[in-house]
């Protein structure tokens, strides 16, 4: 089923970052030691055709324009929002023209700008079920591995959630939600086209599959979260089988961005940003994030 939008409407464990915990009854966390290099400015890009990096140096967010309006995944950290805003009118666009406002998990650093966004644009959030109840009521949840050790997020005035495998249309995008927990237990990843000359490429936005956690989690054996060890195989099955022309992830450095950018200013060919010469990127990340996974069981088994 498709939904359509087309008003305005209602690599490593590097990616642990330990900040202040608000909520009541919340183990208290240290200082987020990241989050200025995190929030480090980066200036806007094009990916491929209507898809375009809006986000900080650090952590992304990503805009793809349509002709009814825009789509952004992620909203980075809070104090992100003036420059994701900023980057968006640098491009020729308004933050007013967007629609859609979709997120890979609920943590800070990837949901903690969404309800200022929101605000800003009248924009739909569309998150899965698990990612909604943390939005909208608790800010973080007991079932979610780094519990105690990162900040809730403010709490989103408006959202929607969706079903594994539904699509999402703004004009004539269409943005495919995939569920892949694991990282956390709503995780998702997005699909979509984008096309530049005649030439259409798969893209992907792989959620973290990082198995990161605040004291004391045990992946192997959590009564919070008791089904972490098969929610990460499913979702190292949807990236070792997805078409995965141009690999995106929450963390710029997970998926090469940098270098590939890099690589493309110099002119290298083919386009390092494209993933047609290596179509099996997406597969290598679920290959990388399975040997993190099983060296966290090691450590946690003694096996």
């Known amino acids: 089923m498709r939904r359509s939008f087309s008003n305005r409407g209602a690599w490593g464990l590097a990616f642990l970052s330990l900040v202040p915990g608000f909520l009541r009854g919340q183990p208290a ?3 987020c030691d990241r989050c200025a290099v995190w929030n480090t400015p980066q200036a806007p ?6 898809t375009y990096y809006v986000g900080p140096h650090g952590v992304s967010c990503i805009l793809i324009a349509s002709d009814r309006g825009l789509v952004l995944i992620d909203g980075a950290l809070p104090e992100s929002v003036p420059q994701i805003v900023a980057n968006i009118r640098s491009l020729g666009f308004r933050i007013e023209d967007v629609k859609l406002i979709l997120n890979s998990h609920a943590h800070f650093d990837h949901a903690g700008g969404i309800a200022e966004l929101q605000r800003l644009s009248g924009a739909e959030v569309v998150v899965s079920q698990w990612s909604a109840g943390v939005m909208t009521k608790s800010g973080v949840s007991r079932g979610d591995p780094q519990f105690g ?5 403010a709490r989103v005035a408006r959202v929607r959630t969706l079903r594994d495998g539904e699509s999402f249309g703004v004009g004539q995008l269409v943005l495919t939600a995939h569920s892949t927990p694991g990282h956390t237990p709503g995780g998702t990843s997005w699909t979509w086209q984008s096309c530049e000359r005649g030439r259409c490429l798969d893209m992907v936005y792989a959620d973290s599959l990082t198995p990161v956690s605040a004291s004391g989690f045990k992946f192997s054996e959590s009564r919070e979260y008791p089904g972490a060890l098969a929610d990460f195989e499913k979702s190292f099955g ?3 089988a997805v078409r995965c022309d141009i690999l995106l ?5 997970s998926s090469g961005l940098w270098d590939r950018l890099d690589g493309r200013r110099r002119g290298v060919v083919p386009d390092p940003m494209i993933g047609l010469s290596d ?3 997406c597969r290598q990340l679920a290959d990388r994030s399975r040997e993190l996974l ?3 069981i090691a450590t946690e088994t003694g096996r």
């Open 29 to 31: 966390a240290a200082p």
């Open 45 to 50: 890009f094009r990916v491929y055709g209507d």
């Open 149 to 153: 050790s990162i900040r809730p997020i």
């Open 238 to 240: 949807f990236l070792s």
């Open 249 to 253: 992830t929450p963390h710029p450095e």
């Open 279 to 281: 179509p099996s990127q």
């Open 294 to 296: 099983r060296k966290r």
